[in-house]
């Protein structure tokens, strides 16, 4: 079975602070996916990073970076000088291997940024 | 642009009385899902179609069932909606197959449904 623990429930930070949002996932399956999802108070879910178990390289892109470590099960997401805008609900989710691409979505983390 | 698009995005309905809520997509992907968010929950598959072929989770209501016309539409019935299937319906797509395998679903905004 696969679960997906996001420990922080809410973080709030001040405009231009960093914040990092913590994801630690269970699964059995040696080949496995884990994606990174914002939802903005509109409500769609955004696409933001998908990561496969054999890529360990970290990953920047503007002002977000994912920091994978397979040795602590986790994949953990950083917001850098963040924006009023960031403020949204944080998904981390796990699919397993190659034939079942169902999502396992963590609790979600609702980041309030204040300007 | 290709999209996921869901209509209504408010949805209102009376107890016990039939409602369908509708998702079409224009990225002609293979894989389509239905999924329920409660309020400050995650959301929860409900079901999803690859290609054809119609696969339910366990535990989703017999309430609830779906349907695929074509591969750029498909359908959610609430056949008798209670109180407790007030909900945001989220819709979401993604290409799968040998050699694109677990690809990001990419989302609709959602019909929030509203029971009374």
């Known amino acids: 079975a696969q679960k997906v623990t996001q420990a922080q429930t809410e973080i709030s930070v001040v405009e231009k602070e960093d914040v990092t949002l913590d994801c630690v996932y269970e699964?059995?399956?040696?080949?496995?996916?884990l994606f990174w999802y914002k939802q903005p108070p509109s409500g769609e879910l955004v696409f933001l990073i998908r990561?496969?178990?054999?890529?360990?390289q970290n990953e920047i892109s503007g002002r977000y970076s994912w920091n994978f470590q397979k040795s602590t099960s986790s994949f953990n997401f950083t917001i850098t000088a963040s924006q009023v805008v960031d403020s949204a609900v944080y998904f981390c989710?796990?699919?397993?291997?190659?034939?079942?691409?169902?999502?396992?979505f963590g609790a979600g983390t609702t980041v309030t940024v204040r300007a | 642009d290709a999209m996921v698009i869901q209509n209504p995005r408010y949805q209102v309905t009376q107890f016990g009385k039939p409602v369908t809520l509708s998702c079409s997509q224009t990225l002609n992907h293979n894989v389509m899902y239905w999924y329920q968010q409660k309020s400050s929950q995650a959301p929860k598959l409900l079901f999803h179609y690859y290609d054809k072929d119609f696969n339910n989770e366990a535990d989703t209501p017999d309430n609830f069932q779906s349907r695929r016309p074509n591969t750029s539409f498909c359908f959610l019935d609430i056949r008798s909606p209670g109180l407790g299937d007030a909900a945001m319906y989220l819709c979401?797509?993604?290409?799968?197959?040998?050699?694109?395998?677990?690809?990001?679903?990419?989302f609709g905004d959602g019909t929030r449904l509203s029971i009374l």
């Open positions: 979401a797509t993604s290409r799968d197959n040998e050699r694109l395998s677990n690809q990001p679903q990419h």
């Open positions: 699964t059995r399956d040696t080949t496995y996916y």
């Open positions: 989710a796990l699919s397993p291997g190659a034939n079942d691409y169902k999502l396992s």
């Open positions: 990561r496969n178990s054999f890529d360990e």
